[in-house]
């Protein structure tokens, strides 16, 4: 007995009888058709158009920075100040017209004595002898163990 569908033998009766991935082969031509379309066939205006191209791309990947959680940038416009931006992503002018320079304002430098911090990686912590430099003498010549942290905040000034 025939089958009463009248889409059976033609890809199914959920197809057109489309094969599978014609759609994107497609929309590739039509892309590609697009391009040429836009492209100039001649050579040195191929050649112009795709110097604008990388010029546009250049620009574009030159106009974006990131600046870190700890830190602030300083934007200028052809050497000169123009403004403070805090930590994100930032978009400025390209090609070196806006310069970004990312100064580290929360950053905590410090200085142990007496003592090293376990896993501490600054060679100027650790004593030269491998003792420890905790004894001291105080001004009515007792002996003490002193141990102290000089603690400098960086922070950034209005």
Same mark, same amino acid.
Request: net charge positive; charged share 20%; hydrophobic share 40%.
């Given at each position: 007995?025939?089958?009463?569908?009248?889409?059976?033998?033609?890809?199914?009766? &959920?197809?057109?009888?489309?094969?599978?991935?014609?759609?994107?082969?497609?929309?590739?031509? +039509?892309? +590609?058709?697009?391009?040429? %379309?836009?492209?100039?066939?001649?050579? =040195?205006? %191929?050649?112009?158009?795709?110097?604008?191209?990388?010029?546009?791309?250049?620009?574009? &990947?030159?106009?974006? @920075?990131?600046?870190?959680?700890?830190?602030?940038?300083?934007? +200028?416009?052809? *050497?000169? @100040?123009? +403004?403070?931006?805090? $930590?994100?992503?930032?978009?400025? =002018?390209?090609? *070196?017209?806006?310069?970004?320079?990312?100064?580290?304002?929360?950053?905590?430098?410090?200085?142990?004595?007496g003592f090293a911090t $376990?896993?501490?990686?600054?060679? @100027?912590?650790?004593?030269?002898?491998?003792?420890?430099?905790?004894?001291?003498?105080? *001004?009515?010549?007792?002996?003490? =163990?002193?141990?102290?942290?000089?603690?400098?905040?960086?922070?950034?000034?209005?």
């Amino acid at each position: 007995m025939p089958s009463q569908n009248p889409n059976v033998g033609r890809g199914g009766p &959920w197809g057109s009888g489309a094969k599978p991935g014609s759609d994107l082969q497609d929309l590739v031509q +039509q892309g +590609q058709d697009r391009l040429k %379309r836009i492209m100039p066939s001649g050579g =040195l205006r %191929r050649i112009i158009v795709l110097v604008v191209l990388a010029l546009v791309g250049l620009g574009a &990947w030159t106009a974006y @920075y990131t600046v870190p959680s700890d830190s602030v940038a300083v934007v +200028q416009r052809f *050497g000169k @100040y123009l +403004q403070e931006v805090p $930590p994100g992503l930032h978009f400025k =002018l390209p090609l *070196g017209i806006d310069a970004a320079t990312i100064v580290p304002v929360k950053r905590q430098l410090k200085q142990e004595f007496g003592f090293a911090t $376990p896993g501490a990686t600054d060679p @100027y912590q650790i004593s030269r002898d491998g003792k420890r430099e905790t004894q001291m003498v105080t *001004g009515d010549l007792n002996a003490a =163990l002193v141990e102290w942290v000089v603690s400098i905040p960086h922070l950034r000034s209005r």
